[in-house]
């Protein structure tokens, strides 16, 4: 099957132009931090594509801003609701604001989902870092910046 390029580019554009309350509910989920379940950012399901998505339990989270209030994107978030519950895939749909003022009730929400079925959680080892090196990074020059003096290299240079 050849992979639609230009459902790549909107996927990417939707991850790199996520809203505040999604970036915040991506830092709890990404990296299967969410009791061990992985999930994914701006996932393409048929025709459409759902801001997160975890396939282990075919559930779909929605963060709406109010551009989803209006009369003719309520009906398009219907039908693409209806078609993936076809597709077996339960979506959970939540305002970003609801999010904001009470991040802990939504991932409560979440959870409830696989409640019973937890299972423990393992620490994973750190990565390898070879690709870091041994040296002390250079300066931040906005720091030094701040400090009256830009020639100065507070790591290397101790107060002379």
């Known amino acids: 099957m050849k992979k639609d390029r230009t459902r790549t580019a909107i996927r990417r554009k939707l991850r790199n132009s996520a809203t505040f309350a999604e970036r915040i509910l991506w830092y709890s989920l990404r990296g299967s931090q969410l009791d061990g379940r992985k999930f994914t950012r701006q996932k393409g399901i048929g025709p459409y594509i759902v801001d997160f998505y975890c396939a282990e339990e075919k559930l779909a989270i929605e963060l709406d801003g109010s551009v989803h209030d209006e009369p003719e994107v309520q009906r398009y978030d219907q039908a693409r609701e209806e078609f993936l519950c076809r597709e077996g895939v339960k979506v959970l749909r939540?305002?970003?604001?609801?999010?904001?003022?009470?991040?802990?009730?939504?991932?409560?929400?979440?959870?409830?989902?696989?409640?019973?079925?937890?299972?423990?959680?393992?620490?994973?080892?750190?990565?390898?870092?070879?690709?870091?090196?041994?040296?002390?990074?250079?300066?931040?020059?906005?720091?030094?910046?701040?400090?009256?003096?830009?020639?100065?290299?507070?790591?290397?240079?101790?107060?002379?």
Not at 120 to 131: A, D, G, M, N
Request: proline share 10%.
């Open 94 to 160: 939540f305002k970003n604001d609801e999010f904001l003022e009470n991040g802990d009730r939504v991932i409560a929400a979440i959870r409830k989902i696989w409640s019973g079925r937890e299972r423990p959680v393992t620490v994973r080892p750190e990565r390898s870092r070879k690709h870091r090196s041994q040296k002390t990074p250079p300066p931040n020059p906005l720091l030094l910046q701040r400090r009256g003096n830009s020639s100065r290299n507070p790591v290397t240079e101790e107060g002379e």
